[in-house]
């Protein structure tokens, strides 16, 4: 009976092979792996946090794509970074419509690798310090996204009734002035929306290739004034 088990020193000495270093190492990778997944990469139009894009497409890489559930998403980039945003896609609820719900902001750290048809690049998420400096040129921005918001109503400049509605929506309430990059990402989305209002210069891809967070909200506070000053007519 005794011969038939494996003997119990025998087992201690196989778990023991694998040491508190190759341990410290296999973590390391899974810690790496979650800081800087490699996601799969589209190139469609630059999107922002919160925005949804619905689309046409019969391409068969989709259907593969959907299945990794997350996708990484870039615009047309000409800065050295490449920067995008999370995204889940899904099947939409015609034949052959897709939908992008982009999530959070990342830059490209790695080559791009082809596996079939499908391209990936590890990708790091990006979670800005907010400063003091930072909340005070945010608390700035909240005034002028009410006073954006009432001149479109007024001059009626919405593409259908009820658009600002749906933007509004999809983009979820707006951040506080203390969470200034989430801010600043959600009013750049509120004038550039999907699908565009036409009511303001393209700043998106600017927002999202900013070197600071204070340039991310001169970019979009420039970016509503000259909507407004557009819309009104001034």
Sequence with gaps: VHGRGRPRHRVATALHAVSEDDMKVLQ???????????????????????????????????????????????????????????AKLSAGSRSGEWELKAEDVF???????????????????????????DVLLAEALVPLIEEWTNTLVENQAERYEGQLQDI?????????????DKLAMWAAALVNPLP??????????????ADSLQERILIVRRGIRGSIEHVSGR
């Design 168 to 180: 509004l929506k999809d983009l979820g309430q707006m951040p506080p002035p203390t969470m200034a």
């Design 196 to 209: 565009a209002l036409g009511v303001a210069l393209e700043i998106r891809p600017a927002v999202l290739q």
């Design 107 to 133: 830059k490209v750290v790695s080559e791009a690798q082809r596996e079939g048809t499908i391209t990936r690049a590890k990708v790091e998420f990006l979670n800005e310090e907010v400063r003091e400096e």
């Design 28 to 86: 390391d990778r899974i810690d790496d792996l979650k800081k800087r997944p490699l996601l799969p990469i589209i190139m469609v139009d630059s999107m922002l946090p919160g925005q949804r894009l619905v689309f046409s497409a019969a391409n068969p890489e989709l259907e593969d794509l959907a299945e990794e559930g997350l996708v990484g998403v870039i615009g047309p980039q000409r800065a050295a970074s490449v920067v995008g945003v999370s």
